[in-house]
């Protein structure tokens, strides 16, 4: 079994910056590709960054493209989300989720959730 837990949401003021972390735990956890995603209060999920277990692979929707930095240290076990340029449009509960398949839609293990609040 694998554990996922988010952590570092938080209210912070648009243009501000967070970094999220998704802690992994149980076994051969680097095997696996990590998703970042996020639901906002009334509309679906979205995915929003992809990286491959190796770290060499990642992906971005074209929503926070050229604003979010997704890595990892496998060493850690850890995956990061750094966010900068926050909107208020970035308000969400962000979810890492663990698959055996590269960035896919259904992954196989999810974390409970970390609040991020964009407002001034």
């Known amino acids: 079994q694998l554990r996922l837990v988010e952590s570092g949401g938080g209210l912070v003021q648009p243009g501000g910056s967070l970094r999220l972390s998704c802690a992994a735990s149980?076994?051969?956890?680097?095997?696996?590709?990590i998703g970042w995603f996020r639901q906002a209060p009334g509309k679906e999920r979205e995915k929003i960054s992809c990286?491959?277990?190796?770290?060499?692979?990642?992906e971005y929707a074209d929503s926070v493209k050229g604003r979010f930095t997704i890595s990892r240290d496998n060493a850690k076990k850890t995956v990061y989300l750094q966010m900068n340029s926050l909107k208020p449009e970035d308000t969400a509960v962000y979810y890492c989720a663990a698959s055996s398949f590269y960035c896919s839609n259904y992954p196989n293990y999810w974390g409970k959730g970390t609040l991020v609040n964009v407002s001034s």
């Open positions: 149980g076994f051969t956890s680097r095997n696996y590709d």
């Open positions: 990286i491959s277990s190796g770290g060499g692979s990642t």
